[in-house]
């Protein structure tokens, strides 16, 4: 039976890749519109060049872009960017499509909910606030202070000790096949891959380990039903899985 | 002759005390209702606490306030402060109460304006951006980028030189009378003391340095007006202070 039902949180709950884009790209305008003396498209490909050889949670992206560009440091630039990818970050914020209806019916059907993320536990946190999801989940488990990543057992088993509940009696629902679905699948529990983001084609050696794949969160409940979910008639007989 | 006219930023043209009081007491309520076992009160004093001992850049306040309280880490109540602090920033950032109207009159005057002041650069321009001042000066002078702080010579001297004007041409506006009167005038500048947020009863030795007190900004224009501002006929005779 169906007790726990676990979600990776960017690109499955939260929009993150997308409103990344978007907040890169008003930097981008910003500094240009305040003077920058560059074309959008280079600066724009410079930081994304950036991003990539120094990870998204580099401090200083738009320091190193005007070095990177031959610029001389202009804080007013700077600022431009902050300002940009900040206003975007605070009011463009979202959850993904149908994620919010999918919560409220999976509580509703007396399922007990968690979040497994990588991340900077802060950050992932507010992101939680900002869109207000707190209030469905039960254990929000963040990778960081386990002093390992996704898909290493410790965090699914940690997240699994946490809800006192055996592997076959949870699901786990992530966009990426590697870090989610290979990783809860180790453990020994269900595993949904949600095909979204950019990710969706990549890491595809480790497609074998879903369960199920879906495009459209509102199948979550769908089955998790047919698995055996809480609450349902004649779906108590639990399924052990070979480990 | 007045041709130029400085300012200083923080508590002269941009509400900055009373915004981080503000957003300070959001912090902390945001805390609190995500479950902070302290009450608001104990909790605020403790913040106030920190930013005297670490100062107002210190960028631990939250994670430092639960050693503090004696309270377990928990990322969540640090981004519910880190949420309620930059949503107070960035939506209520105010320009003081006729600072705008006063430029324009300043601007239509034919005077020439700058700002000089302390603190961040990139924090800085964020205010001057986020409020739209940008196109009223001329210069922006920050003193991280003369390895000093006011009142050293150092930095209104690079004011008068980037403007090309004597001492004796151009007015300082600012609130603090150690940093901006002061300062100001033991280069030769006229100084307007602007009595305004908390500092107003501090370094009262200094006051003797301000050639006028105001409390409200349009008294600017009408001072610079009556030492002999750009354009006002019979007014050019330059006086030299003794230096």
Chains 1, 2 share one sequence.
Do not use: C
């Not at 499509?97 to 999976?106: P, V």
């Not at 699914?156 to 992530?174: R, S």
């Not at 020994?188 to 979204?196: E, S």
Request: charged share 30%; aromatic share 10%.
């Amino acid at each position: 039976m169906i007790k726990v039902v676990l979600f990776d949180l960017d690109d499955t709950l939260v929009d993150t890749t997308k409103l990344a884009e978007r907040a890169r790209r008003n930097a981008i305008e910003n500094m240009v519109k305040h003077g920058l003396p560059v074309d959008f498209e280079t600066a724009y490909n410079g930081l994304l060049d950036l991003i990539n050889e120094y990870g998204s949670n580099f401090p200083h992206h738009f320091d190193y872009l005007l070095r990177r560009l031959d610029l001389k440091y202009n804080p007013k630039w700077v600022a431009a960017g902050v300002i940009g990818y900040h206003n975007t970050k605070f009011t463009q914020l979202k959850d993904v499509r149908h994620a919010r209806k999918m919560l409220i019916q999976l509580s509703s059907m007396g399922l007990r909910l968690g979040i497994v993320t990588d991340g900077d536990p802060i950050k992932q946190w507010e992101k939680i606030l900002r869109l207000e999801l707190e209030d469905f989940f039960e254990h929000v488990i963040i990778s960081d202070f386990e002093g390992v990543k996704k898909p290493h057992p410790k965090i699914y088993q940690k997240a699994l000790k946490l809800f006192g509940v055996e592997p076959e009696d949870a699901v786990m629902v992530g966009d990426r096949l590697y870090s989610d679905i290979y990783g809860a699948k180790k453990v020994g529990m269900h595993t949904i891959w949600f095909r979204y983001g950019r990710r969706r084609s990549e890491e595809l050696e480790y497609r074998r380990y879903a369960d199920f794949e879906i495009e459209d969160l509102l199948e979550v409940p769908k089955i998790i039903e047919k698995l055996g979910g809480k609450g349902e008639e004649g779906s108590n007989k639990e399924v052990h899985a070979d480990r």
